[in-house]
């Protein structure tokens, strides 16, 4: 047997032991309630062990388990506190790390991507991996830029050389066929999360962000729409392959590094910033940013939010549908008879299914909480307060969500949306959030 077939049944053993482990803990669980969240689904003791053993092993993996681990762990600020705390740790660390590759490995990627010259690109490059994602890993190096300086010496810059792990494709379509098959782990841990939905558009994803020739069409799309932005920075693409990108170097704090140990004013900042792109970009640039997770953002020194990850993006050439802003509109003004109106004509209501307006309108008040005031701050307690009154099948938000569907055009929007809040609830930030809605949303103010 190869190293790579040994590797691969080394792999899938971890992930299929998982529910076997899950299995007994539950069998030796029984009876054990507690209230909260899981209430009705499995004792704490057994939802902290399933959790520390599930993200220990995603943690242990590249590929789809690594992918998404990142994608779960943005929406860790909606778990019980006496959950989460034991294993937040690992949660960050899926985003920021992953065992490197072998130098030798290192090499011969960028040999058969950018030629057998490929040193003389540079003036150097650190063998030793800076960081690592969920398909790749990033070096820095020094580039030998054929640009001139100011005093018209040669111009050398900072940069990141992303190298993708050889296989990566087959491991993301391994990984994600094993992990579609723990549902009831992750039920475990956040009862009414369905995860199906979630590795259904990872794996639509996957042929996209395996292409860093497109990832680099798509950061120069960024990069040429906030050129010069006072509030964002996008690095610009020197080199791209179809498995090598090369970009400027981005020197800044981590948004996990302030989600630990930020000031007030970083997380307040950091917020604003990621808000700001995420509602501007659409209209701007005519992409989203889908991949919203911690360990793509970095405060700079000057204040600004560098972005450092396009693999994932949505394509909205004609931005942010109108329908949500003025839907939004709606709701904040108590007409809920127009939000139905409006929900049915976007398919998120049947045409013909009877629904109780005023009931869509107390569901949706909620969540409209941080654009409903000039200023709102976002928390885990808000964001565990609301997952418990979706989640929980005796609430009368959970009874009309079996009613509500979300289109297959919004499943993207929908699920970024929801990681960003993730990460602000990380952040904990408060910020002008309506104001920003205002400026960018489509819909949800009139145009002046």
Known sequence: MTDIPRRAVSRTAKLAALP???????????GKRVTGLASDVISAEIQQRTAEQLFSVLGQLKG?????????????????????????????????????????????????????????????????????????????????????????????????????YPGA?????????????????????QPGLDVKPLLAELRERITEELDYELEAESQRAFAAAYADDPDIFIPEVLDAAPRVLITEWVEGIPLSEIIREGTDEQRNEAGRLMAELHLSAPERAGLLHADPHPGNFRLLPDG??????????????????????????????????????GLRDEGFVGRNEPIDAPAVLDFLRPMLE???????RFTRAWLR??????????????????????????LMIHRVTLGSIGVLCQLEAKASYRAILERWLPGFAPVA
Do not use: C
């Open 20 to 30: 076997l482990g899950f299995a007994g803990r539950t069998v030796l669980g029984m």
């Open 64 to 164: 789809g388990a690594m992918k998404f681990g990142q994608a779960l762990s943005v929406f860790e600020a909606a778990l019980p506190e006496e959950v989460a705390a034991p294993y937040r740790q690992a949660l960050t660390k899926l985003q920021e790390a992953a065992p490197p590759l072998p130098v030798a490995t290192v090499h011969k990627v960028l040999a058969e991507q950018l030629g057998p010259d490929w040193r003389d690109r540079f003036v150097s490059f650190d063998d030793v991996p800076a960081a690592a994602a969920s398909i790749g890993q990033v070096h820095r190096a020094v580039w030998r830029d054929p640009g001139y300086g100011p005093n018209g010496g040669p111009l050398h810059r900072d940069v990141a050389v992303k190298i993708q």
């Open 169 to 189: 494709g087959d491991a993301l379509l391994a990984d994600l066929k094993q992990l579609s098959r723990l549902g009831g782990m992750f039920r475990a841990i």
């Open 304 to 341: 600004r939010l560098g972005v450092i990850d396009f693999g994932a993006v949505a394509r909205m050439p004609e931005g942010t549908p109108e329908p949500i802003g003025r839907i939004a509109a709606l709701a904040l003004r108590g007409d809920a008879d127009g939000v139905v109106d």
């Open 370 to 376: 941080p654009i409903a005031a000039d200023e709102f």
């Open 385 to 410: 307060a609301e997952a418990a009154r979706l989640a929980s099948p005796r609430s009368a938000a959970y009874q009309l969500s079996r009613q509500l569907n979300l289109p297959p055009s919004y």
